[in-house]
């Protein structure tokens, strides 16, 4: 039992780091070398590995200095730490609410399997889409006549929305936007509307922004989706590390281990699912708009604030005009939106692999994009995490599937992540550490599958283990070999400042917006994977944002429907955003602590108690 000045340590230490962290874009735990330098930007958007400095690299220095004991090294890890469900959290997953797991049946993975398989297709031939005819016609072509000071708002003439961007976050608006009875349209960028990336976690918060802007979907959702929830998640050690002082880890000991279901259960909210993408768009478009709502091959390239309420207008990238109330940018973290609204340098709004656009891009492409997104990011403020991240979608059945549903192994310049996808798949995440731009070798007859060599030896589980010498857990490679080439995808990793870095009045009272657009989801926050709440906050923003809309009688009052959305939304955005810049910059120097007496003990018990209290505040019930 965790008595209250624990507990009221635990939630100071979370509060000042969360606080901190608002005061520069990088953490205090990591700073870029100076050796490898490729472009950088007034927000340290750098093109470099990241490094240990302060504290961290004067242990680290220390610890390479002093003599190094073998027998201490010597020994078994602790039988406690290779045990999956350990009893605190094995009591909550046996209370009665709590979720059941039950075990992949042929039947249930087939039908998973085959509903994405649909779903993938469906968005391939445009079903739901607008073409021909439709398109030709459609309300948002012409512009209406609205006098000075605007118009009145009523359910006969709604308030009209145009949304940029059509992954999560877009679907999401244009959702509730429909559910308010607005009038919506969605302008996706790609030439096909391909899925991109495996499953996404629904986790409770954005399951209840759903349930509350459409019952319906929300249903679907959760009847589409596998249950994460009732099983365990924690961290890791990838390799042997510790000492008789520190604690001793074996390859694939539990370093922290909890349950998402009781934070969940005690704020009233269902529990997380893991759903595939092309289902949640799916999903999205048969039940959250009309047929016709979303048009393909459209970029907004720039627009024009028309003043005293009437509206704005769009201009997408072939010339067509597009006329509405509302602008929303959805369209991710190299926003073209973004880009217009804050007066950002040309090249500023890139074209990325979204929810929706990335599906569709080819190695040789994404080897393009690599190189060409080290200098949008310097133009579009945005900064590099220090790591590239390799992903895919294993066909497989993990070997610990029936009690572990999301566990993280840790090493020193790299980890692991790997998560339940539903139908005995699993979704991994290798991140690394390393310049930004980089790509992987073309395939050739000597070595056809470039990305599977490396990270075979990145994370090699015999002999001598990695370049370091590092002996990795074996269940990396066993969803790696279960992976092909084709299906790993590359991309480095970039976020954003966790707050506001400017002093211009007017974006510091309304953060996200100004006049009639606003901005949501990765173009307004985009966060570091680490917590899984990148599209879950999105889901949030699209919710608050209607929210906000909706109770709007006059068009001239726009504006501050949109300058209090941001206002709402910015605080807990930039709080997790900070969270998640924190857990992987923390990863940096994570190996350091496992060999440092006391220090490392108390490390682990601290993230132990904070986990609960972190859960806490990202399921809220309310937004």
Same mark, same amino acid.
């Given at each position: 039992?965790?008595?209250?000045?624990?507990?009221?340590?635990?939630?100071?230490?979370?509060?000042?780091?969360?606080?901190?962290?608002?005061?520069?874009?990088?953490?205090?735990?990591?700073?870029?070398?100076?050796?490898?330098?490729?472009?950088?930007?007034?927000?340290?958007?750098?093109?470099?590995?990241?490094?240990?400095?302060?504290?961290?690299?004067?242990?680290?220095?220390?610890?390479?200095?002093?003599? +190094? /004991? *073998?027998?201490? !090294?010597?020994?078994?890890?602790?039988?406690? =730490?290779? #045990?999956?469900?350990?009893?605190? &959290? %094995?009591?909550?997953?046996?209370?009665?609410?709590?979720?059941?797991?039950?075990?992949?049946?042929?039947?249930?993975?087939?039908?998973?399997?085959?509903?994405?398989?649909?779903?993938?297709?469906?968005?391939?031939?445009?079903?739901?889409?607008?073409?021909?005819?439709?398109?030709?016609?459609?309300?948002?072509?012409?512009?209406?006549?609205?006098?000075?000071?605007?118009?009145?708002?009523?359910?006969?003439?709604?308030?009209?929305?145009?949304?940029?961007?059509?992954?999560?976050?877009?679907?999401?608006?244009?959702?509730?936007?429909?559910?308010?009875?607005?009038?919506?349209?969605?302008?996706?960028?790609?030439?096909?509307?391909?899925?991109?990336?495996?499953?996404? +976690? /629904? *986790?409770?918060? !954005?399951?209840?922004?759903?349930?509350?802007? =459409?019952? #319906?979907?929300?249903?679907?959702? &959760? %009847?589409?989706?596998?249950?994460?929830?009732?099983?365990?998640?924690?961290?890791?050690?990838?390799?042997?590390?510790?000492?008789?002082?520190?604690?001793?880890?074996?390859?694939?000991?539990?370093?922290?281990?909890?349950?998402?279901?009781?934070?969940?259960?005690?704020?009233?909210?269902?529990?997380?699912?893991?759903?595939?993408?092309?289902?949640?768009?799916?999903?999205?478009?048969?039940?959250?708009?009309?047929?016709?709502?979303?048009?393909?091959?459209?970029?907004?390239?720039?627009?024009?604030?028309?003043?005293?309420?009437?509206?704005?207008?769009?201009?997408?990238?072939?010339?067509?005009?597009?006329?509405?109330?509302?602008?929303?940018?959805?369209?991710?973290?190299?926003? *073209?939106?973004?880009?217009?609204?804050?007066?950002?340098?040309?090249?500023?709004?890139?074209?990325?692999?979204?929810? %929706?656009?990335?599906?569709?891009?080819?190695?040789?492409?994404?080897?393009?994009?690599?190189?060409?997104?080290?200098?949008?990011?310097?133009?579009?403020?945005?900064?590099?995490?220090?790591?590239?991240?390799?992903?895919?979608?294993?066909?497989?059945?993990?070997?610990?599937?029936?009690?572990?549903?999301?566990?993280?192994?840790?090493?020193?310049?790299?980890?692991?992540?790997?998560?339940?996808?539903?139908?005995?798949?699993?979704?991994?995440?290798?991140?690394?550490?390393?310049?930004?731009?980089?790509?992987?070798?073309?395939?050739?007859?000597?070595?056809?599958?470039?990305?599977?060599?490396?990270?075979?030896?990145?994370?090699?589980?015999?002999?001598?283990?990695?370049?370091?010498?590092?002996?990795?857990?074996?269940?990396?490679?066993?969803?790696?070999?279960?992976?092909?080439?084709?299906?790993?995808?590359?991309?480095?990793?970039?976020?954003?400042?966790?707050?506001?870095?400017?002093?211009?009045?007017?974006?510091?009272?309304?953060?996200?917006?100004?006049?009639?657009?606003?901005?949501?989801?990765?173009?307004?926050?985009?966060?570091?994977?680490?917590?899984?709440?990148?599209?879950?906050?999105?889901?949030?923003?699209?919710?608050?944002?209607?929210?906000?809309?909706?109770?709007?009688?006059?068009?001239?009052?726009?504006?501050?429907?949109?300058?209090?959305?941001?206002?709402?939304?910015?605080?807990?955005?930039?709080?997790?955003?900070?969270?998640?810049?924190?857990?992987?910059?923390?990863?940096?120097?994570?190996?350091?602590?496992?060999?440092?007496?006391?220090?490392?003990?108390?490390?682990?018990?601290?993230?132990?108690?904070?986990?609960?209290?972190?859960?806490?505040?990202?399921?809220?019930?309310?937004?």
């Amino acid at each position: 039992m965790i008595n209250r000045s624990t507990k009221r340590v635990a939630a100071r230490s979370l509060a000042f780091m969360a606080i901190s962290l608002h005061q520069s874009t990088s953490s205090a735990f990591i700073t870029p070398s100076t050796s490898s330098r490729v472009s950088s930007s007034k927000l340290n958007v750098i093109g470099e590995q990241a490094s240990s400095i302060g504290p961290a690299q004067v242990l680290r220095d220390l610890k390479e200095r002093l003599p +190094q /004991i *073998q027998w201490l !090294a010597e020994g078994d890890g602790s039988p406690a =730490n290779k #045990i999956d469900i350990p009893d605190h &959290v %094995a009591q909550v997953l046996a209370q009665s609410e709590a979720p059941k797991r039950v075990a992949e049946s042929e039947d249930r993975t087939e039908r998973i399997r085959s509903r994405a398989k649909q779903a993938s297709e469906d968005a391939m031939k445009l079903r739901g889409m607008l073409t021909g005819e439709d398109d030709a016609k459609a309300w948002w072509r012409s512009q209406r006549s609205v006098s000075e000071g605007g118009r009145a708002i009523t359910k006969d003439d709604p308030l009209t929305v145009l949304v940029a961007g059509g992954g999560l976050a877009g679907l999401v608006v244009a959702a509730a936007c429909h559910s308010k009875g607005m009038k919506v349209a969605l302008f996706e960028q790609a030439s096909s509307y391909a899925p991109y990336g495996g499953p996404i +976690q /629904i *986790q409770s918060n !954005a399951l209840r922004a759903l349930q509350q802007i =459409n019952p #319906i979907i929300f249903e679907e959702l &959760v %009847a589409a989706g596998t249950c994460t929830a009732d099983r365990v998640s924690g961290l890791k050690i990838g390799y042997r590390k510790g000492n008789k002082l520190a604690g001793l880890y074996d390859a694939g000991d539990w370093l922290v281990r909890f349950d998402t279901v009781g934070p969940a259960m005690e704020a009233g909210l269902p529990a997380t699912v893991v759903v595939d993408r092309p289902v949640i768009q799916q999903i999205l478009v048969n039940h959250g708009f009309p047929e016709g709502t979303v048009r393909i091959k459209s970029r907004i390239q720039q627009f024009e604030d028309l003043g005293k309420g009437q509206g704005v207008a769009v201009t997408l990238e072939d010339g067509t005009k597009a006329y509405a109330d509302v602008l929303v940018g959805a369209d991710g973290i190299w926003s *073209q939106v973004r880009k217009n609204l804050h007066g950002l340098d040309d090249g500023a709004g890139g074209f990325a692999a979204s929810g %929706a656009a990335g599906g569709a891009l080819d190695d040789a492409e994404a080897r393009r994009l690599a190189r060409d997104t080290v200098e949008i990011a310097a133009k579009a403020d945005r900064r590099f995490s220090g790591f590239t991240c390799y992903a895919a979608l294993a066909p497989h059945r993990a070997s610990n599937i029936e009690t572990v549903s999301y566990q993280i192994l840790l090493g020193e310049k790299k980890y692991f992540v790997s998560t339940d996808g539903g139908g005995e798949r699993q979704q991994w995440f290798a991140l690394i550490r390393e310049p930004a731009g980089g790509v992987d070798p073309e395939p050739t007859p000597e070595d056809p599958h470039p990305k599977l060599t490396r990270l075979r030896k990145e994370f090699a589980c015999t002999g001598s283990g990695d370049d370091d010498g590092n002996v990795w857990d074996d269940f990396a490679l066993e969803l790696i070999n279960a992976s092909s080439e084709e299906d790993i995808k590359r991309r480095d990793l970039y976020d954003g400042a966790p707050l506001l870095t400017t002093f211009d009045p007017q974006r510091l009272l309304s953060p996200w917006a100004k006049g009639p657009v606003a901005l949501c989801g990765d173009a307004a926050h985009p966060m570091m994977p680490n917590l899984g709440q990148g599209g879950c906050q999105a889901t949030e923003d699209g919710y608050r944002l209607v929210e906000e809309l909706a109770k709007l009688e006059h068009t001239r009052d726009v504006p501050w429907a949109l300058g209090g959305y941001s206002r709402i939304r910015v605080i807990r955005t930039a709080i997790i955003q900070g969270f998640a810049q924190l857990g992987s910059d923390l990863l940096v120097d994570f190996d350091l602590m496992m060999t440092i007496p006391l220090l490392g003990p108390f490390f682990l018990t601290m993230t132990q108690l904070s986990m609960p209290f972190i859960l806490r505040f990202l399921y809220t019930p309310s937004f």
